[in-house]
Each structure stands twice: as structure tokens, then as C-alpha cells.
């Protein structure tokens, strides 16, 4: 067996090939830095710039994620690297990111999930990809020329609205703390401006929270009123799961959306190809594109004990990585871990499947034969995830 300390030497050597550190090299190529780490280590490699694991295969990360061994949230605090008068900041953050369903552990997070689960039956999910459907055809009507944010981006963010029962007005409060802590997740360890950013803007969505969203008649916010009558959740967690649900929804509906119509454009369809995919078509070509292009890259995990894996021991405390953007190349279409796995499966990826399945093509049609730049976008600089924008002219 491996141990932590063994491998390191393995990270060093890794090092050697590349010129520039595995973190800048993880920013500007994921898949070939992983891939760099997978050869020289296999599917079970220790990063120690990063102090992380990453679990490369498929049948190992189904492991992880079903294995209440590993804690969801994978980052320890580094308040001692944040200055004393800013670290209250880091910790709020924190324990608000505790209370995300992604990053929570049983029970707390059994309830929560049963309780949306119920809240988002068949109806309800219908509703939802209505409301997503009839703003693709409007923007079929429009005069829609940029992918991301006169076709994609709307589509998204109708569907999100009607799924949390929000106004526009609301939707860009929980926008801006879904932006201000996915940039504060970006950058390892605790950066405390980051941190401040993030805090100022939960504490907005906790008043809108206690003073509208709770009070609302529609199904998450009955679910998330019985969860705080019930104290199962405080403010703090009501506001974390409706970040959570925003963030979950908006982010990978508007990044599928792109990722399918740039490769669309990239090759090369014309409007007969376009028509002539059946339903099932468009089913499977949604999965290999989800599968081959995820939203998200990895979900970190922490280890409660020394555990074995593979063939390496990882110690108590370790952080290790769930690299679905790797794993994924070695799963069929419809066994991709895009969505995760096991306790923290996605809650909506059947409502995403639905919503891809019925505005997709309507999109695509604009897009082979109206004057939208398919492809104008590229991949942004991003860690962990995929983001597209608009290319510079």
C-alpha cells in the first residue's frame, strides 16, 4: 500500500513535466493536467500543491459517493492563513456552506432532500419545463444572436424562476450570493475579501428570506416553511438551500444548453439534421454531451478515518476529489456521474433531462439557421467547473 507520504514524491516527479504548477495547469486545461496526474499515479493520485486526492475512475468514485466515510464538505478551514479581524467572515461563509445539500451529511440533509423531493412531483416539474419551453420559443421569435445570454442564459433562468417561486427581482438577489460563493469556492483554502463579498450578499438573501421567500405560496417555499417550523432548518439553512437549488439549477441548464449547441455548430449541422433526430435522439445525444463536457469537474469529500482505496491508504482529514470530469470518460452516456451519485444524486436532474429534452431543439433550429454565432463561445478560465462566454471580437 501507498501512503499520503509516499505518493508525494509521485506529485513531484508529476511536476517536472509540466511548467507550470498543477492548480494553473488545472485552470487552463483540466482534462490534460488530470490526465498527466492519472499517468503518472493511476486512478487513485495525491496532488501536493493542493493536498488533495483525486479518484479517477469510475467504479472508485461510485465508492466514494456512497461511502458515509467521506464527509461532503471538502475543505477544512484555513482561518489561521485569514487576518483575526476577517476571519468571522470565513466562518459564516462556511457554516452557510455547510448547510448546502451538496456539501451536508445525514440527517439534516435526508430531511431536506425528502421534503423538495416531495415538493417537486411530476406536476410541478411539468410546470417547469412549460415555463422553460415557451421561452425557447419566444426566443425562437426574437432577434437572438449571442448563444449564452439571448438563448441560453433565458431559458435557464425561466426555468429556475418557476422553480423557486421567485420574482425577477428575487432571482438576482440569490444570483449574486450563488456568484459571490462560487468565486469564494473557487480559490483554495479561505480568502477573506472573498469571504466579505460573500457574507454581505447572504446576509441580503437571509432578509429577503425571513421577509418575503418564506412566506410565499408556491411549492419550495411551503416545503422550506415546514423544514424551519419544524427546526429542522434555521434562516441560515433556508437561505443555503435556496442558493443551493438556484445554483444547481441555473448553472448546469444554461452550461448544457451552450455545450450542445456549440458542438452543434462545431459540427457543422444543417437544419435537415436538425429534424430529422427523434426524441430519443436528442436523449442520448444530451447524455454523452452532459457526460463529456460536465457542469461541475469534481465533488470534494473529506475522510472521517484512514481509509483504503485502490490501492492507496488515505489518512483521517484528507481531502479527496471525486474527479467526475475523468471518471466520465470511462462511463457509458446514461451511467455518466455528472449529476453525482448515491445520498447527493441531484435532486433535479430528471427536471434538467426534461427541460434539455424539450427546449434543445427548439434552440437548435434558431441556431443552424438564424445568424447566431455558434461558434463564438469558448471555455473561460474556471476551477472545477465548466463556464463558457463569448468570445472577444
Same mark, same amino acid.
Given at each position: 500500500?501507498?501512503?499520503?507520504?509516499?505518493?508525494?514524491?509521485?506529485?513531484?516527479?508529476?511536476?517536472? *513535466?509540466?511548467?507550470?504548477?498543477?492548480?494553473?495547469?488545472?485552470?487552463?486545461?483540466?482534462?490534460?493536467?488530470?490526465?498527466?496526474?492519472?499517468?503518472?499515479?493511476?486512478?487513485?493520485?495525491?496532488?501536493?500543491?493542493?493536498?488533495?486526492?483525486?479518484?479517477?475512475?469510475?467504479?472508485?468514485?461510485?465508492?466514494?459517493?456512497?461511502?458515509?466515510? !467521506?464527509?461532503?464538505?471538502?475543505?477544512?478551514?484555513?482561518?489561521?492563513?485569514?487576518?483575526?479581524?476577517?476571519?468571522?467572515?470565513?466562518?459564516?461563509?462556511?457554516?452557510?456552506?455547510?448547510?448546502?445539500?451538496? !456539501?451536508?451529511?445525514?440527517?439534516?440533509?435526508?430531511?431536506?432532500?425528502?421534503?423538495?423531493?416531495?415538493? $417537486?412531483?411530476?406536476?410541478? $416539474?411539468?410546470?417547469?419545463?412549460?415555463?422553460?419551453?415557451?421561452?425557447?420559443?419566444?426566443?425562437?421569435?426574437?432577434?437572438?444572436?449571442?448563444?449564452?445570454?439571448? $438563448?441560453?442564459?433565458?431559458?435557464?433562468?425561466?426555468?429556475?424562476? #418557476?422553480?423557486?417561486?421567485?420574482?425577477?427581482?428575487?432571482?438576482?438577489?440569490?444570483?449574486?450570493?450563488?456568484?459571490?460563493?462560487?468565486?469564494?469556492?473557487?480559490?483554495?483554502?479561505?480568502?477573506?475579501? *472573498?469571504?466579505?463579498?460573500?457574507?454581505?450578499?447572504?446576509?441580503?438573501?437571509?432578509?429577503?428570506?425571513?421577509?418575503?421567500?418564506?412566506?410565499?405560496?408556491?411549492?419550495?417555499?411551503?416545503?422550506?416553511?415546514?423544514?424551519?417550523?419544524? %427546526?429542522?432548518?434555521?434562516? #441560515?439553512?433556508?437561505?443555503?438551500?435556496?442558493?443551493?437549488?438556484?445554483?444547481?439549477?441555473?448553472?448546469?441548464?444554461?452550461?448544457?444548453?451552450?455545450?450542445?449547441?456549440?458542438?452543434?455548430?462545431?459540427?457543422?449541422?444543417?437544419?435537415?439534421?436538425?429534424? *430529422?433526430?427523434?426524441?430519443?435522439?436528442?436523449?442520448? !445525444?444530451?447524455?454523452?454531451?452532459?457526460?463529456?463536457?460536465?457542469?461541475?469537474?469534481?465533488?470534494?469529500?473529506?475522510?472521517?478515518?484512514?481509509?483504503?482505496?485502490?490501492?492507496?491508504?488515505?489518512?483521517?482529514?484528507?481531502?479527496?476529489?471525486?474527479?467526475?470530469? %475523468?471518471?466520465?470518460?470511462?462511463?457509458?452516456?446514461?451511467?455518466?456521474?455528472? !449529476?453525482?451519485?448515491?445520498?447527493?444524486?441531484?435532486?433535479?436532474?430528471?427536471?434538467?433531462?426534461?427541460?434539455?429534452?424539450?427546449?434543445?431543439?427548439?434552440?437548435?433550429?434558431?441556431?443552424?439557421?438564424?445568424?447566431?454565432?455558434?461558434?463564438?463561445?469558448?471555455?473561460? *478560465?474556471?476551477?472545477?467547473?465548466?463556464?463558457?462566454?463569448?468570445?472577444?471580437?
Amino acid at each position: 500500500m501507498h501512503s499520503e507520504e509516499g505518493v508525494a514524491d509521485h506529485g513531484r516527479h508529476r511536476s517536472l *513535466k509540466c511548467p507550470i504548477s498543477f492548480p494553473e495547469h488545472v485552470l487552463h486545461a483540466p482534462r490534460e493536467a488530470y490526465e498527466l496526474l492519472r499517468e503518472d499515479q493511476g486512478e487513485v493520485a495525491y496532488d501536493p500543491t493542493t493536498q488533495s486526492w483525486h479518484v479517477m475512475s469510475p467504479l472508485l468514485a461510485r465508492k466514494v459517493l456512497t461511502d458515509k466515510r !467521506f464527509l461532503a464538505r471538502g475543505m477544512k478551514h484555513k482561518t489561521h492563513l485569514v487576518p483575526e479581524a476577517r476571519r468571522a467572515d470565513v466562518h459564516y461563509v462556511e457554516s452557510f456552506l455547510s448547510q448546502w445539500l451538496v !456539501f451536508s451529511d445525514p440527517p439534516v440533509q435526508q430531511h431536506v432532500r425528502t421534503a423538495l423531493a416531495a415538493a $417537486m412531483d411530476s406536476s410541478f $416539474m411539468a410546470e417547469v419545463t412549460r415555463q422553460a419551453a415557451e421561452q425557447a420559443e419566444a426566443t425562437v421569435g426574437s432577434a437572438a444572436v449571442d448563444l449564452i445570454t439571448d $438563448m441560453a442564459l433565458p431559458v435557464a433562468r425561466a426555468a429556475t424562476r #418557476t422553480l423557486l417561486g421567485a420574482t425577477l427581482s428575487q432571482l438576482e438577489i440569490i444570483e449574486g450570493v450563488s456568484d459571490a460563493v462560487m468565486a469564494y469556492l473557487a480559490v483554495p483554502g479561505a480568502d477573506a475579501g *472573498k469571504a466579505a463579498c460573500a457574507a454581505d450578499h447572504i446576509r441580503l438573501l437571509e432578509a429577503l428570506v425571513d421577509d418575503q421567500l418564506l412566506h410565499g405560496g408556491d411549492r419550495i417555499a411551503a416545503a422550506l416553511r415546514a423544514l424551519h417550523q419544524q %427546526k429542522v432548518l434555521d434562516l #441560515t439553512g433556508v437561505s443555503a438551500t435556496y442558493t443551493q437549488l438556484f445554483t444547481g439549477a441555473l448553472e448546469p441548464l444554461k452550461t448544457a444548453l451552450v455545450s450542445c449547441l456549440a458542438h452543434i455548430g462545431d459540427q457543422g449541422w444543417s437544419p435537415a439534421d436538425v429534424e *430529422k433526430l427523434e426524441p430519443v435522439d436528442w436523449a442520448d !445525444f444530451i447524455e454523452t454531451q452532459i457526460r463529456d463536457d460536465p457542469p461541475f469537474h469534481f465533488a470534494p469529500r473529506r475522510t472521517t478515518t484512514t481509509i483504503e482505496l485502490g490501492d492507496r491508504t488515505i489518512a483521517e482529514g484528507a481531502r479527496v476529489v471525486v474527479n467526475l470530469l %475523468k471518471a466520465n470518460e470511462d462511463c457509458r452516456p446514461n451511467r455518466h456521474l455528472s !449529476f453525482g451519485h448515491g445520498r447527493h444524486y441531484c435532486l433535479g436532474a430528471r427536471l434538467a433531462r426534461a427541460v434539455l429534452q424539450s427546449c434543445l431543439p427548439v434552440l437548435a433550429r434558431k441556431a443552424v439557421s438564424d445568424d447566431v454565432d455558434v461558434l463564438g463561445v469558448s471555455k473561460a *478560465k474556471a476551477v472545477g467547473m465548466t463556464v463558457y462566454e463569448v468570445n472577444e471580437i
